[in-house]
């Protein structure tokens, strides 16, 4: 099993930045693959962006964020980021925090792709 907590999510004015964290424990050593994914009212959960472990390789990133969030990764304390910068009111979601499996190929970007979950952190951008 393996327990994904996020955090770092919150209110923030249009422009503004926020850092969100997903501490991974359990059994994280068969992890190769996490990723940022986001669900607001009535939509959806999407992907956000998406990291191979092994070589922190970050292959996916949605159109929508391209240029504006970064995917990263910190092994040593088994914690994956998202560095959110120009924050637009239409980022507003529930930001989960997912973790799978697998080779590198296929590219994992789909919510189905992933087995494991955190709780979800809200990020607010008003205008």
């Known amino acids: 099993q393996v327990h994904l907590v996020e955090s770092g999510g919150g209110s923030v004015q249009a422009g503004g930045s926020l850092r969100l964290s997903c501490a991974a424990s359990?059994?994280?050593?068969?992890?190769?693959?996490m990723g940022w994914f986001r669900q607001a009212p009535g939509k959806e959960r999407e992907g956000v962006a998406t990291?191979?472990?092994?070589?922190?390789?970050?292959?996916f990133n949605a159109d929508n964020v391209k240029g504006r969030f970064t995917i990263s990764q910190d092994n040593a304390k088994n914690t994956v980021y998202l560095q959110m910068n120009s924050l637009k009111p239409e980022d507003t979601a529930m930001y989960y925090c997912?973790?799978?499996?697998?080779?590198?190929?296929?590219?994992?970007?789909?919510?189905?792709?992933?087995?494991?979950w955190g709780q979800g952190t809200q990020v607010t951008v008003s205008a």
């Open positions: 990291i191979y472990t092994r070589n922190g390789r970050t292959p």
């Open positions: 359990g059994s994280s050593y068969s992890i190769n693959w």
């Open positions: 997912a973790a799978g499996g697998g080779g590198y190929y296929p590219i994992r970007f789909r919510p189905a792709d992933f087995g494991y």
